[in-house]
Structure formats: structure tokens, C-alpha cells
């Protein structure tokens, strides 16, 4: 994990390295100039020597300049460095999800790719800077401080040296049983949130149950739970500062009073115990600051491993090396395919497929949820690989194509598709970049998409809101429809792609298709009969194998599942009012 | 829901999603004050413990910083130059400064442990002040503000609001009565010195107001970026499927390394002015430290028979100047988070602020009995239920029984004043009768069914049920009295059977399985792995849609509400499970008042009357066969289907 993340750094090593430079020089600064104000007090002052004070002051003040540089160029290498990085360990994702197969995309959800790509990486970049500018800082600032204490005076620096072993245990310690504790606030306080959540999105189903009091009483009962096990775990952590605070006290008591002894003993100058007080602070002070580290990075790591899956993670659909580069006709065959999506389960989705379609034909497909039907076309753009046979678009296997010259040719309007936000010219142009508006207003209209286009204020021009959410569906179904079509594929697959469009407009499409695209090989997945019966040959999907694959009459003659659809829907039963033009 | 999609889509609300800059908080101290009320209202006490217990670590502190004074100057200075050793002294003096010391170990332990309950304690009850206020907000609100937005006061203003009570509040208070004691010392010991630090405080401050202002509004940039991001990674990663089928990957990388390098620039804009902070204010300190041992090293050597300004008096000042700035640069430190958890309070207390839904019902809805002929107010549960009417004017209580008659009269209604949505709405619904409502989407369908249980109000003309005006009878009585499935099915954490007993609490498990048989989803609860017991997490997200329907019905029907509304769902499940559902509908339906959004023609058939509707206007209305001889707009829509379909 590690050294995939590290590899990111890239253009930004440079800085990378500079930072903890320019820290160890601020630090040196920090350390020197308590040693430079004790020889003030001593040969300045009580050698009334204002020329030394003078000379040594200013020598201070160069120092202390050059400990600003110093820190500047912390602070900006620092952020160059972490805010690069950051950059950089965001495109590595997103570039390598953009290689991802269909499956690859499955085995991440949504909301986790976000959160890879955004708090994850910011909690890395918040992690790097402050190693970078403090995992060299704190250690060094102790060590120089204690080094500097040491040439003071050993003895009593010998009393820093227990304070410091005496903290780290104890430090370690309490951060060892807080993290735990933190870890199961933090997982229950998600569980709290997440049921906010669901009370703001169901809020009609509890005002309409008038369940406000209960739903009052459900959280006040969580928010209580959670304030219990926060109180707990932060009783863990209310030590820390007491017991810090406490022996920088007792630092100072004890160095006062050896010090004092050594002074009359004429072993120690005054100057010199203001400095090893003053090394008090930076001793203990960097001691907390390493614990910080140590638990920021042991946070920061979750990140680091979720971000490091996702850049690890390997395409798993390639091109072929000298791949077909182009596709010769719209004809598609099925050969013995079997297909899982989990390679090593079981029981496959798609059993055993036979099938060979005629360039030109006008397929539809049909059966009920869970019997593959989607399954079966996103094989034919090598969306996913076989299992075991072969698919073949014009002749060839289309693990033999080059896949973008494939999918350019098998055009799929999936079943879960959105709208980009961007006009609707735009959202048309993933079809061709270089459809002109005279093209796009004709796949509109193939598509039954111009009528309500035209209708809005900016027309082709109006902007799509992210999701598609100012459309309602059957407008953004007849959208996504005319943006496959500029394509101009050999094969346009329409996977249930007219369900909140009304049938009569859903008739016009077909019939469009029919007329303007004769050539197109199409399939079409449908709920309704209707969708399906003008088709020259339908096939019957049932649990992952074909039942049936021929002519409307035939079917409702020959086949008992296709013919138990057909008579619940000329029941009466699943005409649309929904959308009428 | 259709309608409530349009109006959260429109314009105003998705622009103050997440990703516009942070507003400016308008009035920091009033809102400063307002959390202030809010910890002390509770937490008077303990507030009160952790000023004295701030007020005592820092006077140990700083007796603590004066004792390197006397040390020097009161006990070693008179020893070397005496030559005694007696140690006497010297212990009884660290004696009393360890007592002073542990009075400030133990204060500092008080301190923070108080601030636990105090901190946690306001939290939890602004969580729930938050919680129960938005569950009286009326629908209204939901649909004007984007979801995310409500969360993230949850999570996000919260935890930052939590930071400034436990952390940046005590600190700044630490740091005043620090800066003010510190003062107070500094001028005891040399005047002219104190005025040197104040010049260099006030370049640190200038310094700092700088770094801060430059940080911070590259901040505000970088939130915007962020935010721009963020947005775009969601749209890529929920369209990363279309993304592949259409080979666009190429553009997709190029637009987002765009967007990616803006944040990376104002990160590090941000970054670095904010790290800028530290090693200014600390090299101006140290340059200040420097001045002053100059000067007071002067001061010291020249006249130090004049001034009675020691050696050991400047050691102190020069330890003062020192624990001078940290607490400015400390303070410094803390403004960017303050002024951002001002900015997150604001948004809950506007939240607060919102009026809640109001009620002005006074008509009740209870269990009766006959008794004698009359209807009188039973205590148990009967089955049947009446209005329970009070009139004011003659003092007297009449009963009168829950019928399930709705009448709509002249009703016109805009989710705005300007803009209309439904007009003239005229309907009569008889105990028992099924009405459907048919049209396109955005006809008014669902915003009629939600006039009814007044999650909205009307604007003109009248809503009666059995003959009362609907504003007259309790929110939570009328809401109980009605029964809606709704079309997006929502489902809470829970098992199946808390789902269910979600209609009617204290049901029994009899009547769980009852209402679940009804609603035809008794069959697939057995089969779940742990049956009515099985946890359902994430809206039910483990279930099918048919399923999650399922329940949803069962859920009305344990309720037995004697009026129901139901929005008939469009999605496509496959039609084993649609019949399954339908049928649960049909059981359901049977012998209440029902209203229903239909996309069914069986449903629309059965109906005993059938209301079209086209852009807010009731068009036709009447039975099936009576709109079916009208030959107009019903007819058309229903023999256009007939003939696709047959």
C-alpha cells in the first residue's frame, strides 16, 4: 500500500525533501537562540558588556530571519508537496477507474468511489503535511534540546530524560485504549446519522403516520446512547493534559531546585538554567506532538488502503494485442455461452445461449426480473466476458476487437442511464463530438425527443441538471435514445429503455427505426408485450436460459411463458395512463 | 412525488447545495451569544466551574512564570553573593510554588473533564432540539432544501460547532485571562518594555490578519473546488457505466484533471498562507524577546540603581514577553475555525428558527360506542371512530361518526403564491367509493393526495371531510384517519416487523401477520432468512422493489385507516410480482374511501368515478362508461391503448 501511494509523489519529491530541510533549520534556529540569550545574561548583562549584547543580539535576529525563511519554506514546499500529492493520488483513481470493466465498476459502489476520491485524499494530504513538516520536526526539536540540555549541564538534563520515558509510556498507553474506544463512537455515530438521514427521506411516510414523537423519542433514546459512549472514550483521553501540564511542573521544580544548588556551587550559570527551562517546554511539547502524529497517521492509513484498492485494482477486460479494428456487419451469434458474473460461483446467470441474429433484424426480449435478460446484451459489447463460449458481432469474438471500436458500433441504451449535466446538445454529442446540430435534431426526432425539446424555453440549448432531474423520465429515456443513435451503430440495443415513455410514442420510435435505420441490427428489452410484438423474431428469457426465440404468433402459440404474459397484459392490466402525449 | 421532484429541481434551491462558498456570517456575536445561551441554559453550573478552573490554571501558572524571578533574585543571586548555603528558603519557596502548581494540575483536570459533560451534554441536546424541530417542519421545507444540505448540519456543522464549545472557547478564554494577567505583570516590571511588546504584538496581529485573511479566502475557494469536485466525481461515478458504453473516458479524465488542478491550487494557496501563520508569529516573537533583552539589558547595566530594574526582573519580563505571544498566536490560530463553526451554528439555529407546522384544529377523532342510540366516546379500542366536535360558543361536545366522506370545493392551490399548480378543484368522494385520478405527469395528481392530509395548505376554496372543514380537525387526527402508500416506498432500520408495527404501535404480532397476509407479503417474509425478525438497513435496500411495496401495503393496513391514498407505482417490476401487488392493493382498497393515482386501466376501470386531470384542471370526471360515451379527452387515451395493446 505503501509504495503504491508513494509512487504518486512524483513530480513533487523535490519539495517532499525540502520541507523537512527547511523544518530542521527552523528548528536549529528555535534551539540556538535560547543558548545565544544565555550568554546575554551571563557575559552581557552580569559582565556589563553591552557590546557583547549588541553583537549577540544581532547575531539573534540574522538567526531568527533565517528561521522565518525557514519556516516559510516549510509551510509552502509543505503544501506544494501534500496539495500535489493529493492531486496526483486523485487522478491515479480516477484515471484507473476510467479503465475499468463493468465489472471492475460493481465492485465498488458509488458513494465508496467518492469518498475515496474525496475525504480520503484530503485525510492523506492532511497527513503528509504534517509529516513532512512535523514527523521531522517534533523528533528533531526533542533531540537538539535534549542535546543542548546535555552539554548544559548532564545531570540535570538526566531529569528531562526520565520525565520523557515516564510520558511516552503513558501516552502510549491512553492513546492504545482511546483509538479503540474512538473507533466504536465514530461507527455507532454513523449508525445516528444514517437514521437522520432516513427520517428526512421518508418524512411523508412519519407525518403521515404521525409518528413524529416516536421517531423524537427513537433519536433522543440514540442521541443518548451516543453521548454515554462519547463521555467514556473522551474520559480516556481527560488524563492527558493533567498529567502533562504535571510533570513540566515538576520539571521545573526539580531544575530549580538542583539548579540553584549548582549555581551557589558556581557549576551552572543563571543564563544557563533559563535556557534548560526554556528546553522544558520543547522536550515534553514535541513528545505530544509525536502522539499526534502516531494517531494521525494510524487514521490516516484507512484512508491510504481504501485509496490504494482502487489505484491497485486491475482492469480485468484488456484489447487484444493486434485487435480486429473494425466491425464488418451487425450480425450477432451466441455460441454455448455460459456466463457468471463471479467466476467462481456456481451457478451461472446465462446457461448454455445459442442464438444467431441476422444484420438488420429487429430482436425484442422479454421475461421477468432476474432472468438475465440484460445479462444477455451486455455481453454483445463486451461490457462483461463470457464464461465459458463465445459471443461473435459480424463473425468475429469480441474479445478479438479493439473495445472502443466495438462499443462504437454496439450502441446500448442501459437500463440505469443518466443525463450528464451540460445542454442537451452536449449530453447528445457523447453519441458523435462531431454531430451537427442539423444530426442531433434528427436523432431527436427518430428518438420522439424534438417534440418536448423544442417545447422548453432554450430548446437544444437547455441546460440538464446533474442526474437529468429537471426531465421527468420518459423524456430523459427518449434523451439517452437519441444520444445512441448518433453513434450510427450496426447494432443499437435498447435495454428496457421505454418504460415511462407512453406506448403510443413508444410505437413512433419503433416504427421510426424501422423506417429510418432498416439497416441497424436492434434489440429491444421490453416489460410490455406491446413493446415487443411488431419484432420480426422475440426471445423469451426464463431464469438465465432461452425458452423461446421466434415470431410473436408462433410464440403465443408454442410457448406457455410467453403466452402467461401476454394474456395478464391483454387483461387489462399494464396499460400506461401515466404519460399520455 | 413527481410534483415534489419539479419543485426541488427548481431554481434556487440547488444552487445552495454543497460547493458554493461558505456565506459570510453575518452577525458573529449575536450567534456567538446565542451558543453561549445555549451552553449555559443547561449547563450554568458547569460553566461556571470551568471559568474558575480556566481563572486557577492560569494563576498558576503564572506564579509559576514569576517564581523564575524570585528564584534568581530572591534566593540564588543573595546566596552566591552571601556565599551561605542555607537551602531553607529556597524549599519552603518551591514548596509553596509546587502547591500553586498543583492547584493548577487539579483545576486543569476539573477543567477538562467538566468540559466533557459540557461539551457532549449541549450537543446532544442541540442534536435533539435539531431532530424534533425538524420533524414539526412541514413539507414544505424538505422540498425547498436539497437533503444533503439537512445532513450535513447533522455530521459536518455539528462537529465543528463541538470543536469551538470544547476546544477553541476555553481556549480563547485561557488566552484572554492569560494576555490580561500577563498585562498586568509585564507592566509591574518595566513600563517602557511592556510598550516595546505591545508594538511587536501589533505587528503580529497586523502579520496575522494578513495570513489569515489570504488563508482564508483561499479556503473558501478551496471549499468551492472541493465542492465542484465532489459534484462531478458523483455524476462520473453514477454515470461510469454510460461513461463505457459511450468511450468517453478520454473526455472524462480531461475535464476532471481540469477541476482537480483548481483544488490542488487553492489547497495550496490555502495551505500555505495558513502555515504561514506559525513561523511568522513565532520568528516576531523571538525578534521581540531579542529587542527587549537589548533594551532591557540596557535599561538593566546603565541604571539599574535608578529604576531598581534587576537582572532577574528582566529574566521574568523576558519569560512574560515570551508566554505574551503564545496566546496571541494562539488566538490567531483559532480564528479560522471559529468564523467556520459560527458559519455552521448559523445554519442549525436557522433551521431552529424555521416555523414548525401549525395547528389550529380543534376537531378530534376517537373511539365510540352506541350506547342508548347515542354516540359516545369510548375508552378502549372499538373499531369504530367519530369526530368529537367542541362548540366554544354553547360549551357542549356532539359526536358524530367518521364516515369517510370527501368533498373538494372551488380548491385552488400553488406550491407558491405565484404560480398555481391545481385550479377550481371540484370532487366529491362518497364513504366507501374508489375515486382515480388520471393524467400526465405533472397534471396535479399527487398534489391533490397531498391536500387532503394537509401536507400542504390551499389557497382558495374548501376541503371538507364528513362535512368538516379539514382545518378544523387536528393535524394528527386527520393524518391518523387517512392511509397512504406512497410510490417511492421508504422503510426504516428496523426488523420486518417493527416496519410493519410501524402503522399501528402497539399491535400485536397476530395482527402483524394478519395485515401482512392481507397485504399478500406474509409468503416472501417466511422466507427471508430470519422471517419477521429479519433487520432491514438502508430504506429496506436488501428487499426488491415489489417486496418493499409489499410491506408498504401492509404497513396501511395494519393502521385500518378508514380513507386511503395510494400512488400506484410505475416502475417496471416484472408482472408476476405486479399481480401479487395489485392484489394486495385491490384487498386493501376494498370498503374504505380510496383515492388513487392509477396507471392501471383495471384499476381506472373499477373505479366508481374517474377524474382527468390536465395542467392543474379537473377535465372530465365521471364512471367508465360514462367518460368512455363522452368520446373525449378518457376515451382517447383509453382506445389508444386498447389498440396498441391488443
Known amino acids: 500500500m505503501l509504495k503504491t501511494l508513494m509512487a504518486q509523489i512524483k513530480e513533487f519529491k523535490l519539495p517532499s525533501i525540502i520541507t523537512p530541510i527547511c523544518m530542521i533549520g527552523e528548528v536549529i534556529c528555535e534551539m540556538v537562540i535560547p543558548v545565544l540569550m544565555a550568554g546575554i545574561v551571563d557575559k552581557g548583562i552580569y559582565g556589563g558588556d553591552m557590546g557583547y549584547i549588541f553583537r549577540v543580539g544581532g547575531m539573534m535576529v540574522v538567526i531568527a530571519v533565517f528561521g522565518l525563511f525557514a519556516g516559510l519554506g516549510g509551510a509552502y514546499f509543505?503544501?506544494?508537496?501534500?496539495?500535489?500529492?493529493?492531486?496526483?493520488?486523485?487522478?491515479?483513481?480516477?484515471?484507473?477507474?476510467?479503465?475499468?470493466?463493468?465489472?471492475n465498476i460493481d465492485k465498488f459502489s458509488t458513494s465508496g468511489l467518492v469518498t475515496r476520491l474525496t475525504t480520503d485524499v484530503t485525510n492523506i494530504q492532511n497527513a503528509y503535511m504534517m509529516i513532512l513538516r512535523m514527523a521531522m520536526r517534533a523528533p528533531s526539536s526533542m533531540i537538539v534540546a535534549m542535546i543542548m540540555s546535555f552539554i548544559i549541564s548532564p545531570r540535570l538534563a538526566s531529569i528531562y530524560f526520565v520525565a520523557v520515558i515516564f510520558l511516552g509510556i503513558i501516552i502510549g498507553f491512553v492513546m492504545n485504549r482511546a483509538t479503540k474506544y474512538f473507533k466504536e463512537v465514530f461507527e455507532k455515530y454513523d449508525l445516528l446519522n444514517e437514521s437522520v438521514q432516513e427520517n428526512v427521506s421518508a418524512i411523508r411516510v412519519v407525518k403521515a403516520y404521525v409518528r413524529e414523537d416516536y421517531e423524537n423519542d427513537k433519536f433522543r433514546k440514540a442521541a443518548t446512547n451516543i453521548y454515554n459512549m462519547f463521555v467514556k472514550a473522551e474520559m480516556n483521553i481527560v488524563y492527558m493534559s493533567p498529567v502533562m501540564t504535571g510533570t513540566v511542573y515538576a520539571c521545573i521544580l526539580l531544575i530549580s531546585w538542583f539548579g540553584a544548588h549548582m549555581i551557589v556551587a558556581g557549576d551552572l550559570s543563571t543564563g544557563n538554567l533559563m535556557s534548560l527551562l526554556t528546553y522544558c517546554m520543547n522536550i515534553l511539547m514535541s513528545l505530544m506532538m509525536l502522539a499526534m502524529i502516531f494517531v494521525m497517521i494510524t487514521m490516516a492509513s484507512a484512508s491510504g488502503k481504501r485509496?490504494?484498492?482502487?489505484?491497485?485494482?486491475?482492469?480485468?477486460?484488456?484489447?487484444?494485442?493486434?485487435?480486429?479494428?473494425?466491425?464488418?456487419?451487425?450480425?450477432?451469434?451466441?455460441?454455448?455461452?455460459?456466463?457468471?458474473?463471479?467466476?467462481?460461483?456456481?451457478?451461472?446467470v446465462l446457461k448454455?445461449?445459442?442464438?444467431?441474429?441476422?444484420?438488420?433484424?429487429?430482436?425484442g426480449i422479454i421475461g421477468g426480473t432476474g432472468s438475465a435478460k440484460s445479462s444477455l446484451v451486455n455481453l454483445i459489447s463486451r461490457l462483461y466476458d463470457v464464461t465459458d463460449g463465445s459471443v461473435r458481432v459480424g463473425g468475429v469474438d469480441v474479445r478479438d476487437y479493439d473495445m472502443q471500436i466495438l462499443r462504437d458500433q454496439v450502441s446500448?441504451?442501459?437500463?440505469?442511464?443518466?443525463?450528464?449535466?451540460?445542454?442537451?446538445?452536449?449530453?447528445?454529442?457523447?453519441?458523435?463530438?462531431?454531430?451537427?446540430?442539423?444530426?442531433?435534431?434528427?436523432a431527436c426526432k427518430m428518438a420522439c425527443a424534438d417534440e418536448f425539446i423544442e417545447r422548453m424555453p432554450?430548446?437544444?440549448?437547455?441546460?440538464?441538471?446533474?442526474?437529468?432531474?429537471?426531465?421527468?423520465?420518459?423524456?430523459?429515456?427518449?434523451?439517452?435514445?437519441?444520444?445512441?443513435?448518433?453513434?450510427?451503430?450496426?447494432?443499437?440495443?435498447?435495454?428496457?429503455?421505454?418504460?415511462?415513455?407512453?406506448?403510443?410514442?413508444?410505437?413512433?420510435?419503433?416504427?421510426?427505426?424501422?423506417?429510418?435505420?432498416?439497416?441497424?441490427?436492434?434489440?429491444?428489452?421490453?416489460?410490455?408485450?406491446?413493446?415487443?410484438?411488431?419484432?420480426?423474431?422475440?426471445?423469451?428469457?426464463d431464469d438465465g436460459q432461452i425458452s423461446g426465440f421466434d415470431t410473436h404468433e408462433q410464440l403465443i402459440k408454442n410457448n406457455v411463458v410467453y403466452r402467461e404474459v401476454y394474456e395478464s397484459q391483454t387483461g387489462g392490466a399494464n396499460a400506461d395512463f401515466d404519460k399520455p402525449q | 412525488?413527481?410534483?415534489?421532484?419539479?419543485?426541488?429541481?427548481?431554481?434556487?434551491?440547488?444552487?445552495?447545495?454543497?460547493?458554493?462558498?461558505?456565506?459570510?456570517?453575518?452577525?458573529?456575536?449575536?450567534?456567538?451569544?446565542?451558543?453561549?445561551?445555549?451552553?449555559?441554559?443547561?449547563?450554568?453550573?458547569?460553566?461556571?466551574?470551568?471559568?474558575?478552573?480556566?481563572?486557577?490554571?492560569?494563576?498558576?501558572?503564572?506564579?509559576?512564570?514569576?517564581?523564575?524571578?524570585?528564584?534568581?533574585?530572591?534566593?540564588?543571586?543573595p546566596m552566591v553573593e552571601s556565599g551561605s548555603a542555607d537551602y531553607g528558603p529556597l524549599l519552603a519557596a518551591i514548596m509553596r510554588v509546587a502547591l500553586f502548581y498543583l492547584l493548577g494540575v487539579a483545576a486543569t483536570f476539573v477543567q477538562q473533564k467538566v468540559m466533557i459533560y459540557l461539551g457532549q451534554g449541549t450537543l446532544k441536546r442541540l442534536r435533539e432540539d435539531m431532530f424534533e424541530h425538524m420533524e414539526s417542519l412541514p413539507i414544505r421545507y424538505f422540498d425547498t432544501h436539497a437533503h444533503g444540505d439537512i445532513m450535513s448540519m447533522y455530521t459536518n456543522d455539528i462537529d465543528t460547532l463541538r470543536q469551538m464549545i470544547s476546544q477553541s472557547v476555553p481556549q480563547m478564554l485561557s488566552s484572554a485571562i492569560t494576555i490580561v494577567s500577563v498585562l498586568a505583570s509585564m507592566i509591574v516590571l518595566s513600563i517602557p518594555l511592556t510598550v516595546l511588546t505591545l508594538v511587536m504584538v501589533a505587528v503580529m496581529l497586523f502579520c496575522s490578519a494578513q495570513a489569515t485573511r489570504m488563508s482564508g479566502k483561499n479556503f473558501v475557494a478551496q471549499q468551492k473546488n472541493l465542492g465542484d469536485l465532489n459534484g462531478y466525481i458523483e455524476e462520473m461515478m453514477t454515470g461510469q457505466k454510460v461513461v463505457k458504453v459511450f468511450n468517453h473516458e478520454q473526455l472524462a479524465v480531461e475535464k476532471f484533471d481540469k477541476l482537480n488542478e483548481e483544488l490542488c491550487q487553492s489547497a495550496f494557496k490555502a495551505n500555505a498562507y495558513s502555515g504561514a501563520l506559525g513561523p511568522i508569529n513565532s520568528q516576531l516573537g523571538n525578534t521581540s524577546y531579542v529587542i527587549c533583552a537589548m533594551i532591557g539589558g540596557a535599561i538593566a547595566l546603565s541604571g539599574s540603581v535608578g529604576t531598581g530594574f534587576t537582572v532577574g526582573a528582566l529574566a521574568s519580563f523576558l519569560t512574560f514577553n515570551k508566554s505574551f505571544s503564545m496566546p496571541i498566536n494562539q488566538v490567531s490560530m483559532q480564528f479560522n475555525s471559529i468564523i467556520m463553526a459560527l458559519a455552521g451554528a448559523d445554519r442549525i439555529f436557522r433551521l431552529l428558527d424555521e416555523k414548525p407546522e401549525t395547528d389550529e384544529g380543534y376537531v378530534m377523532l376517537v373511539d365510540s360506542e352506541k350506547k342508548d342510540g347515542e354516540i359516545v366516546e369510548a375508552d378502549h379500542h372499538t373499531g369504530h371512530w367519530a369526530w368529537k366536535h367542541y362548540h366554544k360558543a354553547s360549551d357542549t361536545t356532539t359526536y358524530q361518526p367518521m364516515e369517510g366522506d370527501v368533498t373538494f370545493n372551488g380548491v385552488d392551490f400553488g406550491?407558491?403564491?405565484?404560480?398555481?399548480?391545481?385550479?377550481?378543484?371540484?370532487?366529491?368522494?362518497?364513504?366507501?367509493?374508489?375515486?382515480?385520478?388520471v393524467g400526465s405527469t405533472g397534471a396535479g395528481k399527487t398534489t391533490i393526495t397531498n391536500l387532503i392530509n394537509r401536507f400542504y395548505d390551499i389557497q382558495d376554496g374548501k376541503i371538507r371531510y364528513d362535512n368538516i372543514n379539514i382545518n378544523k380537525i387536528k393535524k394528527k387526527d386527520l393524518r391518523r384517519s387517512l392511509g397512504i402508500v406512497l410510490q417511492d416506498t421508504h422503510l426504516f432500520t428496523g426488523t420486518v416487523k417493527d416496519n410493519i408495527r410501524y402503522g399501528k404501535l402497539d399491535a400485536t404480532d397476530e395482527e402483524i401477520i394478519a395485515a401482512a397476509k392481507l397485504a399478500n407479503a406474509h409468503s416472501f417474509i417466511k422466507r427471508l432468512p430470519e422471517g419477521y425478525d429479519t433487520m432491514l438497513t438502508g430504506d429496506g435496500g436488501n428487499l426488491s422493489q415489489g417486496q418493499r411495496q409489499l410491506l408498504a401495503i401492509a404497513r396501511a393496513a395494519i393502521a385500518d385507516p378508514p380513507v386511503l391514498?395510494?400512488?400506484?407505482?410505475?416502475?417496471?417490476?416484472?408482472?408476476?410480482?405486479?399481480?401479487?401487488?395489485?392484489?394486495?392493493m385491490d384487498k386493501l382498497m376494498s370498503g374504505r374511501t380510496t383515492f388513487v393515482i392509477a396507471h392501471r386501466l383495471s384499476t381506472v376501470r373499477n373505479s366508481d368515478c374517474i377524474i382527468v386531470l390536465e395542467q392543474g384542471r379537473i377535465i372530465e370526471q365521471g364512471t367508465h362508461d360514462e367518460l368512455i360515451a363522452r368520446k373525449q379527452k378518457y376515451y382517447q387515451l383509453y382506445t389508444g391503448m386498447q389498440s396498441e395493446t391488443a
Open chain 1, 78 to 103: 509543505g503544501s506544494k508537496a501534500s496539495t500535489g500529492f493529493a492531486r496526483n493520488l486523485r487522478k491515479a483513481m480516477f484515471d484507473n477507474i476510467q479503465t475499468f470493466s463493468f465489472s
Open chain 1, 307 to 348: 485509496i490504494a484498492e482502487v489505484i491497485e485494482e486491475k482492469a480485468d477486460l484488456v484489447n487484444k494485442e493486434n485487435p480486429v479494428m473494425s466491425v464488418p456487419d451487425g450480425s450477432i451469434s451466441f455460441d454455448h455461452v455460459n456466463f457468471a458474473y463471479n467466476r467462481t460461483s456456481d451457478e451461472p
Open chain 1, 352 to 363: 448454455d445461449i445459442n442464438l444467431d441474429i441476422k444484420s438488420g433484424e429487429t430482436i
Open chain 2, 1 to 77: 412525488m413527481a410534483e415534489a421532484k419539479v419543485i426541488q429541481g427548481g431554481p434556487g434551491t440547488r444552487g445552495q447545495r454543497r460547493g458554493m462558498p461558505r456565506p459570510k456570517v453575518e452577525n458573529p456575536i449575536g450567534i456567538l451569544k446565542r451558543i453561549m445561551g445555549y451552553v449555559f441554559k443547561y449547563y450554568s453550573l458547569h460553566m461556571v466551574v470551568v471559568v474558575i478552573c480556566i481563572f486557577l490554571t492560569v494563576f498558576s501558572s503564572v506564579q509559576g512564570t514569576l517564581f523564575t524571578r524570585t528564584l534568581i533574585d530572591s534566593y540564588i543571586q
Open chain 1, 412 to 442: 446500448v441504451v442501459l437500463q440505469k442511464n443518466v443525463l450528464f449535466s451540460g445542454t442537451i446538445l452536449e449530453n447528445l454529442r457523447w453519441g458523435d463530438p462531431n454531430a451537427t446540430d442539423e444530426e442531433c435534431r434528427r
Open chain 2, 415 to 437: 406550491y407558491t403564491d405565484e404560480k398555481m399548480v391545481l385550479h377550481d378543484i371540484v370532487l366529491h368522494a362518497k364513504p366507501g367509493q374508489k375515486i382515480a385520478f
Open chain 1, 458 to 541: 432554450d430548446g437544444y440549448d437547455t441546460f440538464i441538471e446533474q442526474g437529468g432531474s429537471n426531465v421527468s423520465g420518459g423524456q430523459r429515456q427518449r434523451l439517452c435514445i437519441a444520444r445512441a443513435l448518433l453513434k450510427k451503430p450496426r447494432i443499437l440495443i435498447l435495454d428496457d429503455s421505454t418504460s415511462a415513455v407512453d406506448t403510443a410514442t413508444d410505437a413512433r420510435i419503433r416504427r421510426a427505426f424501422a423506417e429510418e435505420i432498416p439497416g441497424t441490427t436492434k434489440l429491444i428489452i421490453a416489460q410490455r408485450i406491446s413493446s415487443v410484438q411488431d419484432c420480426d423474431r422475440i426471445i423469451v428469457m
Open chain 2, 565 to 584: 391514498i395510494l400512488d400506484e407505482a410505475t416502475s417496471s417490476i416484472d408482472t408476476r410480482t405486479e399481480r401479487i401487488v395489485q392484489d394486495g
